[in-house]
């Protein structure tokens, strides 16, 4: 269910956003970035406000990212679940493009069905001794109900367009999209109950060992209040949780193949 080939991932997302990918190789990825891209991920507000002002055109970077950790190489960034790079773009596309409606392009001169596609992008973060997120990728069928993990797979083998191609109307949903997000939001629950958890029970020995630790440090002193302000503080750090956040989703409506 999850999007595990990071990769991809990030070129589908410099793509859309019109950069140019200037290296694609197993592992690694040069993207020549846009003005909009630059200003959004390079940190670099002095630099546009600046060249604006000397009513320059400006130089946007290149950016070379490393997607599998057998080719770090200390001269590129590596980015991964968890780095401040992938949290930087997700929380781009939270920002910038949380809900979207795109069609499939199709080129025919006789009319053609368009069926409507709820795709969800959810970041799964689990929290407690350690912190990991991980990408899940749902489309839900809003005619018939079919449910496909990566869609975002399936989506990248198509031609999407902001508008509807000549000849193409669409189906109208039989799902309602707050029926069709609860439905995704139950299968991602029963997902992650059908895990394992052993990174939550670790999380809970430590968790308990510090407490021990804590109780034996102020054996024999009255101090309540400090104890119960630390265990707080121990619980908050170790306890472990889970939870998920939508990145971005939008609707697609997609020729009859893609059911």
Not at 111 to 137: C, H, R
Request: glycine share 4%; net charge negative.
């Amino acid at each position: 269910m999850a999007i595990k080939d990071l990769h991809h991932f990030l070129e589908s997302y410099f793509t859309a956003h019109q950069c140019s990918i200037v290296h694609n190789d197993e592992g690694m990825l040069t993207i020549q970035l846009t003005e909009a891209m630059d200003r959004a991920l390079m940190n670099r507000p002095f630099y546009w406000h600046y060249i604006k002002k000397m009513g320059y055109a400006g130089d946007p970077k290149q950016l070379t990212l490393i997607t599998d950790p057998e080719k770090r190489d200390g001269k590129h960034e590596w980015i991964h679940f968890g780095s401040p790079r992938l949290h930087q773009i997700l929380n781009h596309l939270h920002d910038n493009e949380t809900y979207t409606k795109l069609f499939e392009r199709i080129n025919t001169n006789q009319k053609t069905a368009l069926f409507p596609w709820l795709v969800t992008n959810v970041k799964i973060s689990y929290e407690g001794k350690q912190k990991m997120d991980e990408m899940v990728s749902i489309g839900l069928h809003l005619i018939n109900g079919t449910m496909k993990a990566n869609m975002m797979d399936e989506l990248r083998n198509k031609t999407i367009q902001a508008s509807i191609s000549d000849y193409c109307y669409t189906m109208t949903p039989m799902i309602t999209l707050s029926s069709g997000y609860k439905r995704i939001e139950r299968v991602l629950e029963d997902y992650i109950r059908n895990q394992q958890h052993d990174w939550a029970e670790r999380s809970l020995e430590t968790m308990e060992e510090e407490i021990s630790l804590l109780r034996h440090f102020y054996k024999g002193e009255d101090q309540e209040s400090d104890i119960r302000k630390e265990m707080d503080e121990i619980k908050r750090r170790y306890y472990p949780c889970i939870h998920f956040s939508v990145v971005n989703g939008g609707l697609f409506y997609l020729t009859e193949d893609a059911s």
